[in-house]
């Protein structure tokens, strides 16, 4: 305890009263050089532990009913076809694209908030997919999420204390009389005063509320975080401080985040390894250098060069963009071949007819296109033909034989296609 | 006003928005809370300006005040506002409205919210410009409805136009509202965080349809936004908000690459950027924005700034800084009391939010 007293008294200096009219955050305001120490540079990527979490081939397919008398089921809302990746133990992978893109369905079939149509979740080795409820308890303290909005996440009719304290209650971690000393660590380890557990939510600002949110998602001590947009309701100088925040919580308590969020840079920041969505599949997967420095699908490409930029100000107008026609189309009724091909620049015949394997074209870059290239470097024949056993034209090849190579398996190989060579192999 | 004001030294007389000291004050139970605080610009035709600032800065009510969007029983409103040579502030409704979405419109960030959801997209545009050209029959407000959709790029606008708002999607709102603010050709579009709610497809979209409509009808464009990247490509000028007064205002290029003032460092250095240095720290602005009911003594950022160690005595805490030029010419006003904001901010802010900038910087000053 009286180690903690330490802490607590280092965190929140001052104001031990318990009734001042606002919560504060931080009194005093450090000098510049200890902000700038205590702020985080971006997530590195750490390969040395394996993966916590392994997703292959998940599927989330909505039922759609007609109307009138007897709803018959009419169609499917494809919201996640057929996606694989994994998350490394203490690592982040950012889940990124636009709204509508399954993103968010992803997240809450990994918290088991959906049951999934088909396909693996394998949480260090076992199964979440096919769970039933009973099995699923001891798993939730092991993957808790933090929800996008933090107004309303929280119950208005709790007290933080037992918002932050029901987890405990549930899984019956604690003693019951252990619980508030619990919640005051918690409350602490966000940045928030632990006199303030017996407070409303509506007490706090937004910046606050997703700080208790983020309490709550900790309470369990989880292996994984899924994070639904954790700072996009937030102004531009608190998001700050929550990124902040996650990271110090990342290293701290060794959490790993599959973290969604459609701001690129954010997620750059925070996420060594990127996935990019697009209506239900997985388009473009790699490591940040890889996705933000060397994209080859066209979506990618064109999600990243529609980020304004502040650099541009230095060199005035708008930057040169790959500008993308229309919305996404709906995924009740999804194109043919590849999803993307009605808003691509490059789009051809074959692009119709087969849909893009998620090819490997890198170390860590794998890659869902006909034709992957940098900007402007597209290759005029589709490198997947040979592989797929068809012609340049996606024709049926009667001479070729499709390529066992193809799998939509999480992870990596070793080795990889060569897109200079147009082989498979290299390492 | 007790307050003696310095109107920017850049007014000119062909602006075609002149807004001169202007206070908006709202009683509250708690007492009074005044929103904007002595705020002074102004926007040529053909121009755009860039407000930033945090939810609270005031920046959607000072623009609201433009359109005599406020209650004007309660709100207490003084200083000038002119539009096109014509004083707002204590016109009358019926003035009011003759002014309101045909010589200055405003575009709303939820588009969802701002088109009524009971009549139909091109009903609702048709009733903006008949309210302006009353002797316009139905027949040419629906044609013109229809050509204002085609213009704003929304594909079969002559069937699309008998849709309802739900029936489009977000972007498709967006661009509806656009095509509502510019129904009758206004000098003056206040587009209150256009593409907030976006995608940053559909953003980019946007921006490029707004940008491309103000070169066709040269008006002047205030784009309100928390979005740094978006000012820098679409601003010529650039206004910072805090608790309701402006501490820097200047050209966007200037500003974004030589800001002056702690505030405005903040702002960048707390947002990432997805071409920086992966070394760059996502440095925070400490603490919350303050309540306008009691703001802060002296310099209203000085809680939250880092930097106040640098100024002599308690300056900060006890004496508002006057917004006066800085270093770097007279069209660069910012609110501060550190005496050499260039030369920390290349020493002290750049090194880290952006390791790479440094030696350019530099080089660029020698």
């Known amino acids: ?427 | 006003m007790t307050q003696t004001s310095t109107p920017s030294t850049r007014l000119d007389t062909d602006d075609f928005l002149v807004v001169e000291n202007l206070t908006v004050e709202f009683p509250t139970p708690d007492g009074p809370v005044r929103a904007v605080n002595d705020l002074s610009y102004s926007v040529g035709l053909g121009q755009t300006l860039g407000i930033v600032g945090e939810s609270g800065s005031g920046k959607s009510v000072s623009s609201m005040a433009v359109l005599g969007l406020h209650d004007m029983q309660r709100t207490k409103i003084t200083g000038s506002i002119r539009v096109g040579g014509q004083e707002i502030i204590g016109l009358d409704e019926s003035g009011m409205r003759k002014i309101r979405g045909n010589s200055a419109a405003m575009i709303f960030q939820d588009a969802l919210a701002a088109l009524h959801p009971f009549y139909r997209v091109g009903a609702q545009l048709a009733e903006a410009y008949v309210v302006h050209h009353p002797s316009a029959s139905k027949r040419d407000a629906r044609r013109k409805a229809i050509e204002m959709l085609d213009r704003v790029g929304i594909p079969q606008p002559d069937k699309r136009v008998d849709d309802f708002p739900h029936q489009f999607s977000g972007g498709m709102r967006q661009r509806a509202m656009i095509a509502m603010g510019l129904i009758n050709d206004p000098s003056l579009l206040i587009a209150d965080e256009p593409t907030t709610a976006l995608d940053v497809t559909v953003q980019a979209q946007i921006l490029d349809l707004l940008q491309d409509l103000q070169r066709e009808f040269n008006s002047a464009v205030i784009i309100i936004t928390h979005d740094l990247g978006v000012v820098a490509e679409m601003a010529d000028e650039v206004l910072v908000m805090y608790a309701g007064r402006c501490v820097e205002y200047g050209a966007c290029k200037e500003l974004l690459t030589h800001p002056e003032m702690p505030y405005t460092w903040g702002l960048l250095s707390s947002i990432p950027d997805v071409t920086a240095d992966t070394n760059a720290r996502l440095i925070p602005i400490p603490g919350n924005p303050p309540s306008l009911l009691d703001p802060p003594s002296g310099c209203s950022f000085h809680p939250r700034c880092a930097h106040t160690d640098k100024v002599p005595g308690a300056l900060c805490a006890t004496t508002l800084p006057e917004l006066l030029p800085g270093g770097r010419g007279t069209s660069h006003l910012k609110r501060c009391h550190l005496a050499n904001p260039d030369e920390v901010f290349a020493r002290e802010v750049l090194a880290e939010i952006a390791p790479d900038m440094v030696e350019e910087t530099s080089d660029d000053r020698a």
Not at chain 1, 119 to 125: C, H, K
Not at chain 1, 360 to 388: E, M, N, S, W, Y
Request: hydrophobic residues 35%; proline residues 9%.
């Open chain 1, 1 to 427: 305890m009286t180690e903690r007293d330490a802490t607590r008294d280092e965190l929140v200096p001052e104001e031990q009263t318990t009734l001042e009219p606002e919560p504060v955050l931080v009194p005093e305001v450090p000098s510049f050089d200890k902000l700038a120490e205590q702020a985080n540079t971006a997530t590195e990527l750490d390969l040395s532990r394996g993966s916590v979490l392994e997703v292959d081939n998940l599927k989330m397919y909505f039922p759609v009913k007609s109307g009138g008398l007897i709803r018959r089921k009419i169609g499917d809302v494809q919201a996640v076809d057929g996606i694989s990746f994994e998350v490394q133990h203490g690592g982040s992978l950012g889940l990124v694209g636009e709204s509508g893109c399954g993103k968010s369905t992803t997240g809450r079939l990994i918290t088991r908030l959906y049951t999934p149509t088909g396909g693996r979740i394998l949480f260090e080795d076992k199964d979440m997919a096919e769970m039933s409820n009973r099995e699923l308890k001891p798993m939730r303290r092991q993957v808790q999420m933090i929800f996008q909005d933090p107004y309303t996440s929280l119950n208005p009719r709790h007290t933080v204390g037992s918002i932050i304290g029901a987890p405990l209650e549930v899984h019956k971690v604690v003693p019951k009389d252990k619980i508030l000393p619990r919640v005051q660590e918690l409350l602490e380890v966000v940045g928030l005063n632990p006199e303030h557990y017996n407070r409303y939510p509506n007490e706090f600002s937004g910046g606050q509320r997703q700080r208790i949110g983020i309490a709550r998602a900790l309470t369990l001590n989880p292996r994984l975080l899924v994070a639904d947009e954790p700072v996009s309701a937030l102004d531009v100088s608190i998001q700050a401080q929550v990124i902040n925040l996650l990271q110090d919580i990342q290293k701290e308590f060794d959490v790993a985040f599959l973290f969604i969020a459609h701001d690129l840079a954010v997620v750059r920041h925070f996420c060594p390894e990127i996935a990019v969505m697009y209506l239900g599949k997985i388009v473009e997967i790699g490591d940040r250098d890889s996705i933000y420095g060397n994209a080859h699908h066209p979506y990618t490409q064109a999600l990243l060069s529609a980020v304004p930029d502040i650099k541009q100000a230095a060199i005035g107008g708008r930057r040169e963009r790959i500008r993308l026609q229309g919305d996404v189309p709906s995924p009740i009724n999804p194109p043919s071949g590849c999803r993307f091909r009605t808003r691509c620049p490059i789009a051809q015949e074959i692009c119709a007819k087969h849909e893009p394997p998620l090819l490997q074209i890198g170390k860590r870059h794998k890659v869902a296109c006909h034709f992957p290239g940098p900007i402007g470097h597209h290759p005029d024949t589709p490198v997947t033909a040979p592989l797929l056993g068809t012609d340049a034209y996606g024709s049926p090849d009667p001479g070729a034989t499709p390529s066992p190579a193809i799998t939509n398996k999480p992870g990596y190989d070793d080795t990889w296609f060569d897109l200079d060579a147009k082989t498979l192999g290299r390492a």
